[in-house]
Antibody
Framework: QVQLQESGPGLVKPSQTLSLTCTVS??????????WSWIRQHPGKGLEWIGY???????YYHPSLRSRVTISVDTSKNHFSLTLSSVTAADTAVFYC??????????????WGQGTLVTVSS | QSALTQPASVSGSPGQSITISCTGT?????????VSWYQQHPGKAPKLMIY???NRPSGVSDRFSGSKSGNTASLTISGLQADDEADYYC??????????FGSGTKVIV
């Protein structure tokens, strides 16, 4: 059973960079057909896909966030990371890391971390 | 690309069946058989309930079923139980944003 766990600061100052790491256990981050994702949920709101990375380092980002987002992967540590630059209060959200499974005729996000709340405030 | 459209809330009595709709466009729901549904209890992470329109992951009750017609996907919960009370989100894979989510539906039992 794959498990994902987010870690990182819960409070970030405006204009600074948000950084989170997701550690994967119970499976290899280098497995074929799995894309390692970041998704956020603003307080009381819906879900927003941020982007994902394949173990080869190929990245795919939401167009609206592309200029501020970087997702990286460290296969030796079985973890991947998110940085979001120039944050504002509008970036306050619960951030989830998750696994997208894209194999054959399947496209879905099947495993999620528990989520971590990041608040942007001075 | 806008979020997929879902009703804000759907209610039903225990034992009844309810259906949640998820309306997209020809660029997402209408073009792909890659619609998923998630259940989210307060303070918890989303849980995958249906993938690829109508497939259930192992361990998910067969009371949950999915379908799609044109640009609209649907999730049906039959034999409604108290623990089904939660928020439900649909999602569609797209060629541009990769994954777009619905606005969410609160199910009230």
């Amino acid at each position: 059973q794959v498990q994902l766990q987010e870690s990182g600061p819960g409070l970030v100052k405006p204009s600074q960079t948000l950084s989170l790491t997701c550690t994967v256990s119970g499976g290899s981050i280098s497995s074929t057909g799995h894309y390692w994702s970041w998704i956020r949920q603003h307080p009381g709101k819906g879900l927003e896909w941020i982007g994902y990375i394949y173990y080869t380092g190929n990245t795919y980002y939401h167009p609206s966030l592309r200029s501020r987002v970087t997702i990286s992967v460290d296969t030796s540590k079985n973890h991947f990371s998110l940085t979001l630059s120039s944050v504002t209060a509008a970036d306050t959200a619960v951030f989830y890391c998750a696994r997208a499974r894209e194999v054959g005729t399947t496209r879905t996000i099947d495993y999620w971390g528990q989520g971590t709340l990041v608040t942007v405030s001075s | 690309q806008s979020a997929l459209t879902q009703p804000a809330s759907v209610s039903g009595s225990p034992g009844q069946s309810i259906t949640i709709s998820c309306t997209g466009t020809s660029s997402d729901v209408g073009s792909y058989t890659y619609v998923s549904w998630y259940q989210q209890h307060p303070g918890k992470a989303p849980k995958l309930m249906i993938y690829d329109v109508s497939n259930r992951p192992s361990g998910v009750s067969d009371r949950f079923s999915g379908s799609k017609s044109g640009n609209t996907a649907s999730l049906t919960i039959s034999g409604l139980q108290a623990d089904d009370e939660a928020d439900y989100y649909c999602s569609s894979y797209t060629s541009s944003i990769y994954y777009v989510f619905g606005s969410g539906t609160k199910v009230i039992v």
